[in-house]
């Protein structure tokens, strides 16, 4: 199994700022994921962050609005940047582990509103 | 990945089983069939996972069609605490991201 924790919980921020949450994991993860849920739906993947590479992104979502750090192996950082109304959302940090990664875990969640 | 299909809701009783229902026809040979569930206010969580048998675990049974176009969650006795959205995912093997759908949001009615 895996724990997670993601900082921080919740966050109120202006328009045109930023915010970097944070999610630290018990144990040595190859990759770990980033999600965003928006509110009364389902979950996006943003990206994937490998140790040691750059963040792999998904169709719709860019590196200069989510920059990703993965500095080790079980820590890494998503900042949502320039926020606008329309970033607020649950973000999420995810890994997979077990044979091939079997099982995800998952944070709890940073609940971001901007205004 | 192959897209799968889910009721928007379902109701259940308290203590009685339930059965919520995913349709994956264009599912390929290496998919895995994976059941996760988001209680509310929190990150979803593992339920189970199957490939062609049928699988059970503390939390669940997963029955798996013949065919695996469609797949059935079973829980065996609800509780309140039951109550959350249901997703089911098609994940190919060697493949970490999970694609999620819209899910089944179960309500357990007391």
């Known amino acids: 199994s895996a724990v997670i924790s993601q900082k921080p919980s919740r966050d109120i921020c202006q328009r045109g700022t930023s915010l970097t949450i944070q999610c630290q994991v018990d144990s040595q993860v190859t990759m770990m994921f980033w999600y965003r849920q928006q509110p009364g739906q389902s979950l996006t993947l943003i990206a994937t962050?490998?140790?040691?590479?750059?963040?792999?992104?998904e169709s719709g979502f860019v590196i200069d609005k989510f920059p990703i750090s993965r500095p080790n192996l079980t820590f890494s950082t998503l900042t949502v940047s320039n926020m606008s109304p329309e970033d607020s959302s649950i973000y999420l940090c995810?890994?997979?582990?077990?044979?091939?990664?079997?099982?995800?875990?998952f944070g709890q969640g940073t609940r971001l509103t901007v205004v | 990945d192959a897209k799968t299909t889910q009721p928007n809701s379902m109701e259940s009783n308290e203590e009685e089983p339930v059965h919520l229902p995913c349709n994956h026809s264009t599912i390929s040979g290496t998919d895995y069939i994976h059941w996760y569930r988001q209680l509310p206010s929190q990150g979803p969580e593992y339920v189970i996972h199957g490939l062609t048998s049928n699988v059970n675990n503390r939390m669940a049974s997963l029955a798996i069609a013949e065919d695996r176009k469609s797949s059935t969650l079973i829980l065996h006795r609800a509780t309140l605490r039951d109550a959350a959205v249901y997703y089911c995912i098609l994940r190919g093997f060697g493949n970490e991201k999970l694609t999620f759908g819209t899910g089944t949001r179960l309500t357990i009615i007391p």
């Open positions: 962050a490998n140790q040691g590479s750059e963040a792999t992104y």
């Open positions: 995810s890994v997979g582990t077990g044979p091939r990664g079997t099982e995800a875990f």
